[in-house]
């Protein structure tokens, strides 16, 4: 998976990548946001890694049900595994790109 990113995107991870992966991101998004979420422990886990980035908000959620409002993502990174479903297009931006994360590779 190859992210393009801008440092004013708005990032939506439908998993909690390792710590280092998402500092990586969250550098890059001097003016965005990064927002993962998945299940407690992991988001339990990964917040202490992360506890100096202002731009990374761990979330207890589900990719069924995106505690956001509609259309504020501007890129939206999904694990290959997970089934499309309508919440992602809810919440991604007009211009907004999905991006399938292939772990096989």
Do not use: C, H
């Amino acid at each position: 998976m190859t992210l393009r990113l801008r440092a004013d995107d708005r990032v939506l991870l439908l998993t909690i990548p390792e710590p280092d992966v998402l500092a990586a991101i969250a550098r890059i998004l001097v003016r965005g946001i990064v927002v993962a979420i998945d299940e407690p422990q992991r988001v339990d886990r990964a917040r202490e890694a992360l506890a100096e980035f202002d731009n990374v908000m761990l979330l207890d959620a589900r990719p069924e049900r995106i505690p956001w409002r509609d259309g504020y993502f501007t890129k939206i990174v999904v694990p290959d595994a997970l089934e499309e479903n309508s919440e992602w297009t809810r919440v991604l931006s007009v211009d907004g790109e999905i991006i399938r994360e292939d772990k096989s590779n």
